[in-house]
């Protein structure tokens, strides 16, 4: 009996130390994962800025009476601050606001296929920073490389926004120094037909 009590002393020691180690196991994984998760904010709060491009006299009326592409630089401005969930919540909302913009009408002016092309594109990286900080683990290189991509994207697209704007004021002051010569001309055939009246 006394041998019985020594073993089941011995199998409630083991298991109650290898219950131990577990917990032990279990706290330093959850440590671990603790700094991982504080880096990975601390990276995000460093890295998460954008900035919104600044326009022309011109392009700026224009871009002001556009609601959507409004709703669109307000959510770029607000950076999150609390949790990583917050960060991949606001990469979500990003990717709906600029989706919602592509099915609203673009301005006149700017209603041109390489505009919306180019608007194509940051769409895509709107869609691709949202997946790749959606990762667990998080993919921090790849959501670097989409929140540059965001960036020289919205540049991009201003810098189009703003030649298009350009060539049509440039095509537009162009007919109207056709429409001027062709209102002299007119003007020197009166001229000629009525050579007496320009005697008096």
Known sequence: MKNIGIILLLVVGLSLGSCKKEIDQSQVEQTKL???NDSIFSHLMKEWK???PKTSKEL???LTDWKPWNNLMNEVKLRPVSTIGAFQKKAATLTEVAQNLTYQAYP????TPDIQARYTTLLTSFQNLEMYIDLDPIDVEKVDEWLDRI????DDLVRMMEENLVRQNYAKQAGEDAMLEEMQ??????RNANPEEEAH
């Open 108 to 111: 006149s002016q700017l209603n």
């Open 60 to 62: 700026t009326p224009i």
């Open 50 to 52: 954008f900035r919104v």
């Open 185 to 190: 001309q007119m003007r020197n055939e009166v």
């Open 34 to 36: 603790q700094q991982y």
């Open 151 to 154: 960036q020289i994207n919205m």
